[in-house]
């Protein structure tokens, strides 16, 4: 049984222009404590046609994590806008966040992403090369994907390594276990903050 499950994910500042900050507040529950990080990374895809336009907009580790709900604001730049092929900048694309426990990656979450511009001038004659500031970006938040994978939670020594397969793949808004946040419940808050140095990321953690 996984270790940690995911209750909620909340689109922030959407839509919104496309050079502003991706913000994603994240809510998930430990069954049990963590001795380790988990490593949550953001990721734009900059082409469906190759994985080579991927960019991985930011990655934060947090932890260790006690036992309890926890809640945490994930934010990241926009994309180098010079590494997105011309002909994908406009239109339809996705954003990725994943989760790994030491290293291995226990859930995925994909939003599809509308870039266009909001002015009907240049949707009508979108002009060449794409004029990024005036491009308005809108997550479609209703319909994440979700992907779940079977990992090994235990301790090295302690039971061999499993195969990374996948559990299943479902809508979020309709998966039992995305539930909003429950509000504190009168305990105090503990503030948990550990995470790449190099990152921009906002990755002060709630203990709810």
């Not at 995911?6 to 689109?11: E, F, K, P, R, Y």
């Not at 932890?63 to 339809?92: C, S, W, Y």
């Not at 226990?106 to 009508?124: A, M």
């Not at 938040?141 to 994978?149: D, G, I, K, N």
Request: some cysteine.
């Amino acid at each position: 049984m996984a270790k940690v499950q995911l209750c909620n994910i909340t689109v922030m500042d959407n839509p919104s222009p496309f050079l502003n900050p991706f913000q994603f507040e994240i809510t998930f529950e430990c069954i049990e404590e963590l001795k380790e990080d988990l490593e949550w990374k953001m990721i734009y895809v900059g082409s469906a046609e190759s994985e080579e336009y991927d960019q991985v907009l930011d990655s934060v580790y947090v932890g260790p994590i006690p036992e309890g709900k926890h809640m945490f604001v994930f934010q990241a730049d926009p994309p180098n806008v010079t590494r997105i092929p011309e002909n994908d900048a406009l239109g339809v694309t996705v954003v990725l966040l994943t989760c790994c426990y030491r290293s291995q990656e226990f859930i995925r979450v994909g939003y599809f992403i509308n870039n266009e511009y909001s002015d009907p001038e240049l949707k009508e004659n979108p002009p060449s090369p794409p004029q990024f500031d005036k491009v308005t970006r809108n997550i479609l938040a209703s319909e994440p994907r979700v992907t779940r994978f079977k990992i090994n939670w235990e301790e090295p020594n302690n039971q061999e390594s499993m195969q990374g397969s996948t559990e299943n793949e479902e809508n979020m808004a309709s998966d039992s276990t995305m539930e909003p946040s429950v509000e504190n419940n009168g305990n105090s808050k503990q503030q948990i903050t550990n995470f790449n140095e190099n990152s921009n990321s906002w990755a002060t953690m709630e203990c709810l």
